[in-house]
């Protein structure tokens, strides 16, 4: 069965540092996509970056890169420079299948980054 | 501005009774989802639409009902079948074709007292 995995709860970091946020997956669909998306405290679900599993580079947007090892079926969230603005919940999601299909996503339980002036 | 709308931001309700969130979407979106998310917990589906008068359930449906009888609207009753209905509801919508990213409304904190 399909899972996300995010073995984090919270992490600090310093202002100004990068920090990376774990996340693996398990899927038996070759063709899938992983999302990584933004929770702060208001509620509202930001999304951040996506990575197709056919892509061959890293996906990067702006600070945002993600690390894709499709061996390990592992794709990391690293933020570069931190900002206090970053402060927030994290969740990593899959979904499986093409961008055509029922597009359900699959979320992780999130890991809490707090930034530290 | 374009973008998804819920409303109420906070609602309380005795416990038996039904109520209705509503998520209301101006991008033109053909898709549209109901998620629930719980403390400590991740986001669940409860119920996806993808086209006008059609929906399915997710993995969560059960207490829960819903309507898509305008490609705008897609509201979430949560029924007195529920057996813990407090919990913060986000509605998302997709647009078709090769976008891969769901646009999630500010949701809906529900508790039942």
């Known amino acids: 069965a399909q899972k996300i995995t995010q073995t984090q709860p919270g992490m600090f970091v310093q202002e100004k540092e990068a920090v990376t946020l774990d996340c693996t997956y398990d899927?038996?669909?070759?063709?899938?996509?992983l999302f990584w998306y933004k929770q702060p405290s208001s509620g509202e679900m930001i999304f951040l970056i996506y990575?197709?599993?056919?892509?061959?580079q890293n996906a990067t947007e702006g600070r945002y890169s993600l690390n894709f090892q499709k061996a390990r079926k592992s794709a990391n969230l690293v933020i570069s420079a931190s900002q206090l603005g970053d402060s927030a919940m994290y969740f990593c999601?899959?979904?499986?299948?093409?961008?055509?299909?029922?597009?359900?996503?699959?979320f992780g339980t999130g890991t809490l980054l707090a930034v530290q002036p | 501005d374009g973008g998804i709308t819920q409303s109420p931001k906070y609602l309380f309700r005795k416990e038996g009774q039904n109520v209705t969130l509503s998520c209301e979407q101006n991008?033109?979106?053909?898709?549209m989802y109901w998620y629930r998310q719980d403390p400590g917990q991740g986001l669940r589906l409860i119920y996806y639409?993808?086209?006008?008068?059609?929906?399915q359930k997710g993995d969560i449906a059960e207490g829960y009902s819903v309507s898509r009888e305008k490609k705008e609207s897609f509201p979430l009753t949560v029924t007195s079948a529920q057996k813990n209905p407090t919990a913060f509801y986000l509605c998302?919508?997709?647009?078709?074709?090769?976008?891969?990213?769901?646009?999630f409304g500010p949701g809906t904190r529900l508790t039942v007292l």
């Open positions: 998302a919508s997709k647009p078709s074709g090769i976008y891969n990213e769901q646009f």
């Open positions: 899927t038996s669909d070759p063709s899938y996509g």
């Open positions: 990575q197709g599993s056919y892509d061959q």
């Open positions: 999601a899959m979904r499986e299948g093409g961008g055509g299909a029922t597009n359900k996503l699959i």
């Open positions: 991008l033109n979106h053909d898709a």
């Open positions: 639409s993808q086209i006008v008068n059609d929906f």
